[in-house]
């Protein structure tokens, strides 16, 4: 249920802030910053299993652009567990069976999910929006379940060096909540994070990426697929009734790509993906094209006494593969299955923070690693040559039995770890 400020008076206590202005405070057994996949999932969790969850989100609805949209066989299964697949499901999405891209050698797949043992062999695109709505809908039904729009977390709020809640802005003005655990969940720019000096090591991945959208036709083709040629890699998603376009560009070069013009954009699309060329006049202007600047990173240490850091506040992913969104949702079950009977007691001590990341840190690397070689290998020269180098005759032997073909399909799919729903 959305905050109900009927609830906070009868449970005020009150509290003086760093400027002596006084505010209400509200107290929940687990204060959750960020509402997107890790936070909404994570309070979902929790309430099912009877702790009173504050999920505070900043903005007033979920109707960003170009967000992860992807749900791969991971989250699936972890919906299924739940008994929400089949009702998820049934909210618009597309379904991708094969990742595959087109270069002027010829065309090539990724990755083959189909033969992956699960009853979801496949990637689902459905706008993150949708998702988070079913998932906040469905965290409603149990009454300890809270969730505040348009509450922007501004700062933590401290004890003895212990987080104990946090100071947030709504509407109507300035308002803290004491909880036992606060769960940093607000994304890649986390303030969260940021507030309690948490550190992050960083690379510098060689990509950006330009995001936009173009009309699709019913006689186009229905899987996504990753086009590079000529100094361009360009990769299509369908959308249903549009496709959404990745142009992918050397780092920082997103300056001079808006500097050479619009047409100039409008025809290095057309040259790339030839099946797309008479639409590009449907980019009006350099407003309908958003750019992502790559980040990966990670914290050396995703905690502190009172404090988590989960999904992209914790490890902020490239998108190659689309995993991130997924990653966070895995990183919101390790927690629930870990920190749920401690917080039931109220005792959530820093060992409990230190074993979830202990679970989680290792899958993280390893995905940002084979991220990082993407990178190098495929991404980088792609964008600069228009050619992915040819692996040397050692390593296509090693490639050609099956079991090795099929890694990158069950990597992208399930990741290096997966994390199953306790009951």
């Known amino acids: 249920m959305t905050f109900d400020a009927q609830e906070a008076v009868r449970q005020r206590t009150w509290a003086q802030g760093p400027s002596g202005e006084i505010h209400d405070v509200r107290h929940a057994t687990c204060c959750i910053a960020g509402c997107g996949p890790a936070g909404a999932m994570l309070g979902l969790l929790l309430a099912r299993k009877g702790v009173d969850v504050l999920v505070l989100e900043k903005h007033g609805d979920f109707l960003r652009d170009f967000r992860g949209d992807t749900i791969h066989p ?25 990742l595959r891209f087109r270069t002027p050698r ?13 009853r979801f062999p496949y ?3 459905m706008p993150q929006w949708d998702f988070l709505d079913f998932v906040t809908e469905e965290a409603e039904r149990y009454p300890n379940f809270h969730l505040a729009m348009n509450a922007e977390v501004r700062e933590l709020v401290e004890e003895d060096g212990v987080v104990t809640g946090v100071r947030y802005e709504a509407p109507d003005g300035t308002h803290e909540v004491w909880a036992p655990l606060t769960v940093a969940a607000d994304g890649r ?15 510098a991945p060689p ?3 330009l995001w936009f959208r173009l009309s699709r036709r019913e006689d186009d083709p229905e899987e996504p697929t990753g086009y590079i040629g000529g100094g361009r890699f360009l ?3 369908n959308r249903g009734d549009y496709w959404q376009l990745g142009y992918v560009l050397p780092k920082g070069a997103d300056r001079q790509v808006r500097a050479a013009g619009l047409e100039s954009f409008r025809r290095s699309i057309g040259e790339a993906v030839p099946e797309v060329a008479d639409r590009t ?8 094209v958003k750019l992502l600047s790559v980040q990966v990173n990670r914290l050396k240490r995703w905690y502190r006494p009172g404090l988590l850091c989960i999904g992209d506040a914790a490890h902020a992913m490239s998108p190659v593969g689309g995993v991130g969104i997924n990653l966070a949702i895995q990183d919101a079950v390790a927690v629930a299955n870990a920190l749920s009977g401690p917080l039931r007691e109220g005792k959530v001590e820093p060992r409990y923070l230190k074993a979830v990341q202990r679970r989680r840190d290792l899958p993280i690397r390893v995905i940002q690693g084979l991220q990082a070689l993407a990178h190098r290998r495929v991404l980088a020269p792609a964008v600069s040559t228009g050619i992915i180098p040819s692996p040397p005759a050692p390593v296509k032997a090693l490639l050609r039995p099956r079991v090795v073909r099929d890694l990158p399909a069950r990597i992208i799919a399930f990741g290096i770890w997966p994390v199953h729903v306790k009951c």
Not at 106 to 118: M, P
């Open 106 to 118: 010829g065309g090539a797949t990724l990755a083959d999910f189909r033969r992956l043992k699960t």
């Open 281 to 288: 006049g449907e980019i009006e202007d350099w407003e309908q």
């Open 189 to 203: 720019d986390s303030r969260v994070r940021e507030q309690a000096g948490l550190e992050v090591i960083g690379t």
């Open 123 to 125: 990637l689902a695109f």
């Open 74 to 98: 991971s989250t699936m299964e972890i919906m299924d567990e739940l008994g929400l697949a089949d009702r998820l499901l049934r909210l618009q999405h597309t379904k991708a069976s094969q």
């Open 235 to 237: 990769v299509l998603i």
């Open 207 to 209: 990509i950006d990426v």
